[in-house]
């Protein structure tokens, strides 16, 4: 009986232990940031594709997009008539990175002297990265 | 000790044995013995002017009761040309020989035998008599929503009678007509002008006569200087470059809204195609006073919202078809009159 209670006993202890554990290390290892999202340890930051739709959610630019890492700039081109006012950006980025501003619907790019911009922040959230967005429309030739 | 069990389980199985097997009298229930009828509703989506409702009415009564004499639907508006009560009741047919026609026919074909006489309509009520001795059938009910049934409630009251003299009816709805307007496989040829107001398509002349009606100018370009401009709507008081080769009349000047959407494919429009319905909601609450007054490189399927340079009216257009040969393109339109 009293062999039982000193084993119950060391059970009891070895969980509380490996409860207090886990839970340090969760804390520790994988924090969520302000919008709820893991911050990782990736420090990678940067635009790996860039769409641009239009109102119908059909792509509007003419050939890929030409993103600069080291000018921090994506360069697209877009179809004759595209309008301007009313597109829909898509971007992908580094892993776990994340975007500032969000993109929650349309946006107007027709300020073409004010280009848009957008910073990448890596997945430890210690590096952020501001693209600019510079639209053109194709004119005719 | 586990014999004692092993024989209290035996004992137990037993006693559930005998109870289940107590025979119990079964009596085959007794079917209806008087004329019954029932009824669905078969289409979906909004009611619209110009659509069908299309409802199916079943009835039936016990063989050694009579026959089925007559079927009757009142309308609680009455329908526009082309209502009607179907005369012969359809069953699906599980392939090969037809018998009431001896052609041959795919398993799942729609067969129709006639029960009756052709329907008549009068007003409200539409009317079949049956000319075949027949104890149960269904019959299908189209009815077309007539202009004075717009932006109010329809119902309707089916009932049958039976040779020994029993009646039953059935009442279905109310179902809410819209107030859209629909026009669809409008022809636009290269270079005309279209009104949104009165869904016609004017030439040059007839253009210049009726400046304010003008909305839209339909333009076809093959690709040139560069670009793809392909099938095109644009607003007369759009900028010129995207009007080529287009003088436009004295006075037709209007600026419309338009908004490409390849997405919202109107069931109704499409000739039940897709799943889809534009409704009254869709064209109250769309904001299109940031949208540009052209829509260009327009294709089979896509679609435009639009709004005309008065607010009066926004509409939907679905391209049903485009034709680079003839340069022309087919379009259906709903649209609805903003009060």
Known sequence: MKTNYRYMKNFIFTL???????????????????????????????????????????????????????????????????????????FTLAQDAKLDPKVVGKVDFSDLDNPKQYTVVSGNRKVRKTYTVNVSVQQKQ | M????????????????????????????EGVRNLTNDCIKRSLGPNVVGNEIAFAYAMA??????????????????GASGTYLEHRSFYTHNGGIVPS????????????????????????????????????????????????????????????????????SYNMGPYEVGKIEMKREI????????????????????AAANPDKIDLVYLYRTPFA?????????????????????????GVN?????????????????RDRYG?????????????????????????ESGAWIETADGKYRAYLYVNLVDNAAGTMTVSVKRLLIE
């Open chain 2, 187 to 206: 022809v636009l040829t290269n270079n005309s002008y279209f009104s949104i107001s009165d869904f016609e398509v004017y030439d040059e002349t007839q």
């Open chain 1, 16 to 90: 509380i232990i490996s409860f207090v554990a886990v839970s340090l290390i969760r804390c520790t290892e994988y924090p969520i940031d302000e919008d709820g999202l893991l911050i990782t340890g990736r420090a990678d930051c940067y635009i790996s594709n860039f769409e641009l739709l239009g109102s119908d959610h059909q792509i509007v630019r003419s050939g890929a997009a030409a993103i600069d890492t080291t000018e921090l700039t994506v360069d697209v081109l877009v179809l004759y008539g595209t309008d301007l006012k009313n597109l829909y950006p898509q």
């Open chain 2, 61 to 78: 009564l016990p063989p050694d009761l009579g026959n089925l004499s007559s079927v009757r639907v009142e309308a609680s508006i009455a």
């Open chain 2, 101 to 168: 026609t001896g052609e041959v026919r795919e398993g799942g074909a729609d067969i129709g035998i006639v029960v009756g006489a052709p329907s008549v309509t009068n007003g409200k009520v539409t009317e079949v008599t049956f000319v075949k001795d027949t104890c149960a059938a269904t019959l299908r009910y189209y009815y077309v929503i007539p202009e004075t049934a717009k932006g109010q409630s329809v119902t309707f009251q089916f009932s049958a009678t039976a040779s020994n003299g029993q009646s039953v």
């Open chain 2, 226 to 250: 560069g670009i793809n401009f392909g099938h095109a709507l644009v607003s007369p008081g759009a900028d010129s470059e995207f009007l080529p080769g287009v003088t436009l009349p004295q």
């Open chain 2, 254 to 270: 209007n600026q419309t809204y338009i908004r490409k959407d390849s997405g919202s494919r109107d069931q109704h429009l499409a």
């Open chain 2, 276 to 300: 889809i319905f534009v409704d009254d909601v869709d064209l109250y609450e769309i904001d299109l006073s940031t949208q540009p007054f052209y829509s260009i490189g327009l294709q089979n």
């Open chain 2, 2 to 29: 586990r014999i004692k069990y092993g024989s209290l389980l035996l004992l137990l199985g037993l006693v559930f044995v005998f109870a289940a097997c107590d025979d119990e009298d079964y009596n085959v229930p």
